[in-house]
């Protein structure tokens, strides 16, 4: 085992307990903590700037009125009630110091630091605009319970709006969506707001048809679900062209404003679309922490921000700091639940082989479980291993795994009803939207702004 010049990587662990830091409450730091509960010796500090631990592949489902937000972002705190050595601290971590073993977190003003002989890391990533950052504010992302609201109010009032408008022109411009991506989660959202548009809405207004609304998927890629390959890829397709899903390929976004947006098709011409909801679902951004950790140790960063980790997932030079997840970068490992997820549990027995004496293991080794997306209810895409699935099939194995994954029998429960209302029924129990939702990002960007200026 290499340890850092002059030091151990861990000290004397019959003195006191053995103290974890863990940095994040996603599914990398949640079953990474928990991998650790039966340690009597171990001491965990979990900190995360949200209290809940989020099922991000659920979050369309939040935004288009399927689920509440509570049956995908279970409390952190009920999660981990029953793990005795387990704390949980509320706060955006501002500084690792490698050095000292620390971790310094923010809440409202007041900094709290916390010591670690083993650090876990796993901050997750965020929504990437591609250095146009700007584009945020009229085509919000999709990584937080706060986005999956902002776009729940910005879906369904648009279609009020649509009902209020005087012209023909108001009218197509409230009903245009633009999803732009077209992953496993731009696909499910164009899929979603279809479906929400030709069975729930369809006869709720009278001066609108709710149906004529235009869903735009837009990529820069040629292919829908490039990682899962062009047979699964033109499954997808053409299940959304199917449902009157718009989805065009080759196409780069060049501007978004208030009306619209503008991109440039694989002929280099650029087309406006006037549309009144975008949504971003093209990118992602590595945790800023991976910058920190890059500066203080041999570690480099990708394109994407993610950390190039040693082989056993540590970052070069510090064998008590453990990175996992979507933050990682290391044998082309894609950025989903399941490298977090194992990740985490590899690094937690790595900890307990340290404090056992044991040998440790010199490289993590992911064990692929597939990868699901759904396009609409009863239809989606399955690869499992060599095993490709669509269809009704694959949507059977998608509703599985998404069950088995949420946290807490309550929420699997509910999950589930509400499942049955949105899939064999027309209903969705989640249609409540809030001028808060829409409007509070804003408000609190501009106080402060305006704190900053009068500062």
Known sequence: ??????????????????????IGSGFGGLFGTRALRRRDDVEITLVARTAQHLFQPLLYQVATGILSEGEIAPSTREVLARQKNARVILGE???????????TSELLGQRTVS??????????????????????????????????????GRIFGAFEIAELATTDEDVRRALTFVVVGAGPTGVEMAGQIAELASRTLKHDFRRIDPTQAHVILLD??????????????????????????????????????????????????????????????????????????AEQSDAELDRAGRVKVDPDLTLPGHPEVFVVGDMISLDDLPGVAQVAIQGARFAAKQVTHRLDGRPTDERFTYRDKGSMATVSRFSAVASIGRLRFSGFVAWLLWLGVHIVYIIGFKNRVTTLLHWAVSFLGRGRAERVATEQQVFARRAIKAAGEDLRDAG
């Open 220 to 293: 820069a890629a040629d292919t829908v679900l490039p990682s899962f390959g062009e047979r699964l890829g033109g499954a997808a397709r053409r299940r959304l062209t199917e449902m009157g899903v718009d989805v065009r390929t080759g196409s780069m976004v060049t501007d978004v404003d208030e009306s619209g947006l503008t991109y440039k098709d694989r002929e280099g011409h650029e087309v406006r679309v006037e549309a009144l909801t975008k949504m971003w679902a093209a990118g992602v951004q590595a945790s800023p922490l991976g910058r920190q950790l």
């Open 115 to 152: 010591e670690y002989d083993t650090l876990l890391v796993a901050a997750g990533a965020g929504q990437s605009w591609f250095g146009h950052d700007e584009f945020a504010e009229f085509a919000p992302g999709m990584k937080s319970v706060d986005d999956a609201l902002e776009l729940r």
């Open 93 to 103: 971590v501002t500084d690792i110091d490698l050095e000292a073993r620390t971790v």
């Open 1 to 22: 085992m290499t340890t850092t010049p002059g030091r151990h990587p861990h000290p004397d662990h019959h003195s006191r307990p053995h103290r974890v830091v863990v």
